[in-house]
């Protein structure tokens, strides 16, 4: 069984391409994922992709930023390659038109067809699924609920990236890159899985009540009855002119038990906060703080170690609001290294999926 | 009357799960994640017609009958 993460660093999609297969010619690729720096021509990178890996499922996304085992990359692009003996069964479906349909139904009849099985009768310990979705097209809730709704199988997974140019997102399947589009991806590994979710905060116990909010944009117009912006700054015992320099470091987070799903703040319009992802009237938030990412990931992976004995691969989907403040606290390299020992990728995303759409977290799907 | 949404919650958790933990842990998430925080009604909880109109409409995206 071979699950093997590698990367390039060549210039054209074509030498970055060939360069990953000569790198993975020891291994018959069932099926590869990987993630590309937007400074790629999309359309040639994904076929260049599957060009390369003509007999694999070839699904993919563009970036903030890549991880691959040891290494935080920029304009790389990086790779993780899975035999047959890895993987059972390998499903693809391409979701398109996310911002204004939710074609998840007929992407999973397919899949239905090609397993046999009712997506909600899946076996949640046989099959586990990943999301690659356009990372500008906010359409990231819907498409996670009508997930959830249909099947109780875990997706996990990240909104593409474009470099923080904020232009252009790709996914890619098959060989096409695709935007306004997500890439869902069905998996039978024949190895035990885990989903892991970190998100390095602290509740600093206050809570903001979401009174008055715009779901479909984002934006939250008022926290308690006062201007949001206004009832953060308050929250946070500061002028409300300095408070969203703290949006970085004081997120805030839906709270599930003790368990954050981070929602964090992009903006103030105005009065108003625009966020990263949606909140519902009614929605209690508490404010959180951010802790030592470096050393959170530290922790997750060595109880991970201890829990499963070997990790074979491990592929992250990492926020780049986290990838930001490790370059703001020069701990790149430390991050890194915390995959060193492990066959690793991973990708700045726009956003994070697990049962949800989040902020500020790795979502990271382990194979044993 | 009260304690409706209470129940209706419960009978999501509990037809989705089938008995399963994970899955009904899984299932509350999303509840909250929708903005419906089971946790925060009781059998003692008004029975708001907004809000079961939402269960309701939850439910049913579930495949879940109450």
Same mark, same amino acid.
């Not at chain 1, 046999?116 to 500008?136: A, H, S």
């Not at chain 2, 933990?21 to 419906?36: E, F, H, P, Y």
């Given at each position: ?5 590698? *990367? ?52 993919? &996304? ?10 935080? !990359? ?47 009768? !899946?076996?949640?310990?046989? *099959? ?29 997974? /990240? ?29 039978? @590994?024949?190895? %035990? ?14 809570? !903001? ?7 479909? %944009? ?13 009832? *953060? ?17 004081? @997120?805030?987070?839906?709270?599930? /038990? ?11 319009? /105005?009065?108003?906060? !625009? ?43 990492? &926020? ?22 492990? @066959? ?5 995303? *726009?956003? %994070? ?16 | ?66």
């Amino acid at each position: 069984m071979t699950i093997k993460a590698v *990367y390039s660093t060549e210039i054209t999609p074509e030498e970055s391409a060939a360069d990953l297969s000569s790198k993975l010619s020891d291994i018959t690729a069932k099926f590869i994922i990987f993630f590309a720096s937007s400074k790629f021509d999309s359309g040639a990178l994904a076929s260049a992709m599957q060009k390369q890996f003509d007999s694999a499922s070839v699904v993919g &996304c563009t970036t903030a930023g890549e991880i691959v085992s040891g290494k935080m !990359l920029k304009d790389s692009v990086v790779a993780m390659a899975f035999d047959s003996q890895a993987l059972e069964e390998v499903n693809i479906g391409v979701v398109e038109n996310v911002k204004t349909e939710n074609r998840v139904p007929e992407v999973f009849a397919d899949f239905e067809r090609k397993t046999g099985q009712k997506m909600i009768d !899946l076996n949640i310990k046989k *099959y586990v699924g990943i999301i690659l979705v356009d990372g500008l097209s906010l359409a990231e809730e819907k498409l996670m609920d009508k997930i959830g709704a249909l099947t109780d199988i875990t997706f996990i997974g /990240g909104s593409a990236g474009d470099d923080l140019k904020y232009k252009t997102t790709y996914v890619f399947a098959g060989g096409r890159a695709y935007t306004n589009a997500a890439v869902l991806v069905l998996l039978k @590994p024949r190895v %035990e899985f885990d989903v892991v979710k970190t998100q390095s905060f602290c509740d600093k116990n206050k809570v !903001l009540e979401a009174t008055r909010v715009n779901e479909a %944009e984002r934006i939250v117009y008022e926290f308690d009855g006062l201007p949001a912006s206004e009832a *953060y700054a308050n929250a946070l015992e500061v002028p409300v002119e300095e408070a969203d320099s703290k949006f970085m470091s004081h @997120p805030l987070g839906l709270m599930v /038990g003790e368990e954050p799903y981070v929602r964090s703040p992009q903006q103030f319009q /105005g009065s108003d906060m !625009l966020f990263y992802c949606n909140i519902k009237e009614g929605m209690e938030l508490n404010l959180l703080e951010s802790m030592d990412i470096v050393q959170d990931m530290r922790e997750v992976m060595k109880a991970k170690k201890i829990e499963h004995g070997k990790i074979s691969g491990l592929i992250n989907f990492h &926020c780049i609001l986290r990838t930001l403040e490790l370059e703001q606290r020069s701990q790149t390299e430390d991050y890194g290294k915390v995959f060193e020992d492990v @066959p690793t990728i991973g990708f700045s995303t *726009y956003g %994070e999926e697990y049962l949800g759409h989040i902020n500020q977290t790795s979502t990271m799907l382990l194979f044993k | 009357m009260a304690g409706q949404i209470k129940r209706f919650l419960d009978q999501i958790v509990e037809q989705r799960s089938q008995g399963d933990n994970t899955i009904a842990s899984t299932t509350r998430t999303k509840l909250i994640l929708r903005g419906i925080n089971p946790r925060n009604y009781t059998n003692d909880s008004a029975d708001d017609p907004e809000t079961i109109a939402e269960v309701r409409k939850i439910a049913q995206e579930l495949g879940v009958t109450i």
